[in-house]
């Protein structure tokens, strides 16, 4: 069974840096490509962020280029969103989710998200 | 860049079927496979129509799947609506470098 459970997200001040992890298991993780979506409280789903299977690419939102960092660490089966720099439009649940492929194609399964609020 | 335009709700009532659209705004909808996800209040996105009308095991076969190359659009059908699948229902695609996800459609059963 394919479980992804995020570490509890968090309260950090606008300007402030707060990191996200999660832990895959059931799978084969260093197969798939694994990505961040995060979702404004009321609102509708945003993707933040992927990384390719063997870590060696990386994608961004335009929203959140040059503040978050996406990496992962294949030998303990773990995908880590470093955030930077937050702002209070950064609230939202975090979502990890697994991909379909070894690159993005679609998101198979949806771990039960980390809320992270930004605010002063 | 492109956009993922979908009406921001439906209703209807139980055994009834809805159909929901996605529009892609900028570029050929057939580019790349379109993915739909339901989330239950309170709940986790879930997968229940993948590559256009791809039915993953455990989603009962109401749910269908279908592009319209004509109108750039796919569409998401649950025929024989039932009270369970009143949620929020979001289209997805993707190009080489992100995900792209439609603006939702809150499905409500009367």
């Known amino acids: 069974e394919v479980t992804l459970v995020e570490s509890e997200g968090g309260l950090a001040q606008p300007g402030g840096s707060l990191s996200l992890s999660c832990a895959a298991s059931?799978?084969?993780?260093?197969?798939?490509?694994m990505n961040w979506v995060r979702q404004a409280p009321g609102k509708g789903l945003e993707w933040v962020s992927g990384?390719?299977?063997?870590?060696?690419?990386?994608y961004y939102a335009d929203s959140v280029r040059g503040r978050f960092t996406v990496s992962r660490d294949n030998s303990k089966n773990m995908v880590t969103l470093q955030m930077d720099n937050l702002r209070v439009d950064d609230t939202a649940t975090y979502y990890c989710?697994?991909?379909?492929?070894?690159?993005?194609?679609?998101?198979?399964?949806w771990g039960q998200g980390a809320l992270v609020t930004v605010s002063s | 860049n492109f956009m993922l335009i979908q009406p921001p709700s439906v209703s209807e009532s139980p055994g009834k079927t809805v159909t929901i659209s996605c529009t892609r705004a900028?570029?050929?909808?057939?580019?790349?496979?379109v993915q739909w996800y339901q989330q239950r209040p309170g709940s986790s996105p879930t997968i229940v129509i993948y590559?256009?009308?791809?039915?993953p095991s455990g989603v009962p076969d109401r749910f269908s799947g279908s592009i319209d190359i004509s109108s750039s659009s796919a569409s998401l059908t649950i025929s024989g609506l039932q009270t369970e699948d009143e949620a929020d229902y979001f289209c997805?695609?993707?190009?080489?470098?992100?995900?792209?996800f439609g603006t939702g459609t809150k499905v409500t059963v009367l």
């Open positions: 590559e256009d009308d791809q039915r």
């Open positions: 990384i390719s299977a063997s870590g060696a690419t990386t």
């Open positions: 059931g799978f084969s993780f260093s197969t798939y490509a």
């Open positions: 900028n570029g050929n909808i057939a580019s790349n496979y």
């Open positions: 997805q695609s993707y190009d080489s470098a992100k995900h792209v």
């Open positions: 989710a697994k991909d379909r492929s070894e690159r993005l194609l679609w998101l198979e399964f």
